[in-house]
């Protein structure tokens, strides 16, 4: 028999600051450092969650992608 595992909730969005891209063309929006970075977290839960070795690989890569995201909004923010 499988055990169950809780799958966390995921992030609160209410949280997250939403400014819109300078390309009004497409319609994009960026979220804020800390947006990326609730997610990351949710997505290393659901690694540590995760049964299947495949999908927990999956989930750390998201995670990584999210923070490297992250990150270079940080660093833009930081230089100007």
Do not use: W
């Not at 028999?1 to 891209?21: K, T, W, Y």
């Amino acid at each position: 028999m499988a055990s169950l595992v809780r799958i966390p909730d995921p992030p609160q969005e209410h949280g997250a600051v939403v400014f819109n891209c300078s390309d009004t063309n497409t319609g994009l929006h960026m979220h804020n450092s800390d947006y990326y970075r609730e997610h990351a977290n949710y997505y290393r839960l659901l690694a540590a969650a995760a049964e299947n070795a495949a999908a927990k690989q999956e989930f750390l890569e998201l995670a990584a992608a999210c923070e490297e995201a992250a990150d270079k909004m940080d660093d833009r923010r930081a230089s100007g």
